[in-house]
């Protein structure tokens, strides 16, 4: 009787999801839910403590790709090498480039002018180049306001007979992103002086440009900085009386304990790819603010 129930259940829920779709990271996975619902099986490249400048994807996704339908990309660097792949593989998978219409910021480097969003250096770190773009364009609502019309689109285009199911979803979490939006203004405007963070590896610049903040990289061409560079940075973050220093769990954050130590500041893990994209922003903006000592 239980394997009949079962049965059912799986038989049911493949009724209901109209779409397989992949994607990269997993904010998209928390996006594509909000918006597609039980219509849409998701399945996510790069998963928790993996970085998407170097992933490669594991048999079992590759079999994934050969049944999907959608693909949304979001213009990370694994992609570059991988998406023509996955054409090879599925060529009927309708591949979407979700980042389409925002507008791209460069990489910030510790050795830039840190007021400046649009100077950058040429480095490697990790193993890939930091040339060029920065990718983490979900970390500002906006940002995420444009994924999220991208993804109805692309959903519409794979599954129109929903469209209605898709739009009301749409509609509901556009509402959720302004109150993010919101909740993150109200906790900025109580800062004075300083709207100045820290972190070790540059990944808020989307949301540092959104909020009228001021983002200080740790690292130094892709490196945890010197001794002199170490100095240099807590001089820096003395004046501009920086609340905390953010770092990744996929990166040392050894620098960032002894600048911490020196400033009497948390060091506070946050990954720009966790799938719980409100609260995490929220959180950082609370930091910022120093409402989370």
Known sequence: MHKIILLVLLSTSYIFS?????????PVQTFLKA??????????????????HTYEPK??????????????????E???????????????MNIVDIAEGVEKLAMQDAKC?????????????????????????WTSPANVKMIAHNIFKALVDVDAKNETYYSDNLATFLKEIDNTDKTIKNILSKLSNSRTFMVFHPSWGYFAKAYDLKQIAV?????SPKPRELVQLIKEAKKEKVRAIFTQPEFSDS??????????????KVSPLAPNWSENLINIAKNIAGEDK
């Open 35 to 52: 918006i597609g619902g039980e219509k849409v099986n998701i399945t996510v490249m790069v998963q928790p403590g993996n970085s998407p």
């Open 113 to 137: 002018d840190h007021d400046s969003h649009a100077e950058h250096d040429t480095h490697k770190h990790e193993g890939h180049d930091h040339e060029g773009d920065d990718p983490h364009i």
């Open 59 to 76: 048999p079992s996704q590759m079999i994934a790709i050969s049944k999907a339908n959608l693909y949304l990309a979001i213009d990370v």
């Open 78 to 92: 694994f992609e570059e090498v991988w998406l023509p792949k996955f054409r090879t593989v599925n060529s009927k």
């Open 18 to 26: 109209n779409i397989n779709a992949v994607v990269s990271i997993l």
């Open 255 to 268: 620098a960032a304990k002894v600048i911490a130590k020196e400033l009497h500041i948390p060091v506070v």
């Open 219 to 223: 690292e130094v061409e892709g490196k």
